[in-house]
């Protein structure tokens, strides 16, 4: 059980404050649960990926883009780790942290995703430079990485909880992108199939410690508020490739062709 005591703040609404009735835990789960009809596989964007109507150059961005989100998860997730007082917690939460930097024989996640941006036709080094990753989704990238760094840590596990719509959408990519792509090297679809597994797990432990820690109803409003913050990053990071991919709007294309995005501020 995870402490619901919190180093930072004596006003948080995850300590013991009644104001109001309580959803009980089933009420809650599918509360929660009912925040997946705005999970990013509903944006047009993932639906023309899906259905196969997106381009090779609509799969690349999308890869390029993701990938500066696959590369800051180990940041959050350190953060949050930093901000724990809980020992169970850590012990459990650094896993995630392991499956994406990787260790042992495991190479993780971030090197899976490499992989997968050489099956589209991007190369490593591409990737790495991020020239390719949009100030839209950079500052939504930002603006998630900076909330956790800050935040209580109950509140930063909170907004984990789109994990629990990830496994559908890793499941949908195996399914319909070879059919729909064969173009796309096979062994890109490595990390998908790695993250089914590691989704789940993650879900388990995410439900855990909402259902722990939200007992009370503004505990539990600020739980969901939280958790359409996280869907509201990924959506706009679609919003963003669909004007730059879609319609042919990139940032600054009134001005000129080049990609001239800043690459991240010291």
């Avoid at 990013?40 to 993701?66: F, K, L, S």
């Amino acid at each position: 059980m995870p402490s619901l005591t919190s180093p930072f703040t004596t006003s948080s609404p995850f300590d013991n404050r009644t104001e109001g009735q309580a959803l009980d835990q089933t009420a809650f789960r599918a509360a929660l649960l009912a925040k997946g009809d705005y999970y990013h596989t509903h944006h047009p964007y993932q639906v023309d990926m899906a259905e196969g109507r997106a381009t090779p150059e609509q799969i690349r961005g999308w890869v390029a883009n993701r990938f500066y989100y696959q590369v800051m998860i180990p940041q959050k997730d350190a953060a949050l780790l930093a901000n724990c007082p809980d020992a169970d917690t850590r012990r459990r939460w650094v896993q995630r942290l392991l499956d994406h930097d990787g260790h042992g024989d495991d190479t993780g996640g971030i090197e899976a995703w490499l992989t997968l941006g050489e099956a589209v036709g991007l190369t490593r080094e591409e990737l790495w430079s991020q020239e390719y990753v949009l100030p839209g989704v950079r500052f939504a990238v930002d603006a998630y990485i900076n909330f956790v760094r800050r935040a209580d840590w109950r509140e930063a596990a909170i907004s984990s909880l789109t994990e629990l719509f990830a496994p559908q959408a890793h499941q949908s990519r195996l399914a319909t992108w070879p059919e729909h792509y064969p173009w796309i090297d096979e062994t890109g679809y490595t990390y998908f199939r790695k993250r089914l597994g590691e989704a789940r797990r993650d879900v388990e432990h995410g439900l855990e410690l909402a259902l722990a820690i939200c007992t009370t109803l503004p505990a539990q409003q600020r739980a969901l508020e939280i958790l359409q913050f996280k869907l509201d990053v990924l959506w706009s990071m679609l919003d963003a490739m669909t004007l730059a991919y879609q319609l042919d709007r990139p940032p600054y294309h009134t001005v000129t062709q080049q990609r001239v995005y800043h690459r991240g501020l010291a």
